[in-house]
């Protein structure tokens, strides 16, 4: 008997960032991407930019603690060596399947 396929639903609360921030990222943005940025605005852009790739990263990883238990360690931190394992088998599977 072939392994049955379980559906699971998993709720995650992604972290974002409040409206007035994001809407003044999104401004600086492109007033960066058009050279028109001051000092304290390329600083100010900085902050947001560094407070945005937090929460990213703690998005990953709420994500991988839901959805990959088999990744997090006993004290609940993700384990390195379980990621990077895990990393490389998907990279192989993914290169096989594609012909590579």
């Known amino acids: 008997m072939p392994n049955a396929i379980r559906a699971t639903t998993v709720a995650v609360e992604l972290q974002r960032l409040d409206v007035e921030s994001q809407a003044r990222l999104d401004w600086l943005l492109d007033q960066n991407n058009e050279g028109c940025l001051t000092p304290a605005e390329r600083e100010e852009l900085q902050g947001l930019v560094a407070q945005y790739e937090n929460l ?21 931190r993700i384990n390195r060596a379980r990621l990077t394992k895990a990393a490389h088998r998907t990279a192989h599977i993914l290169r096989q399947s594609s012909g590579s």
């Open 56 to 76: 990213l990263l703690q998005n990953t990883e709420a994500l991988l603690r839901a959805t990959r238990p088999d990744l997090v360690d006993t004290s609940g």
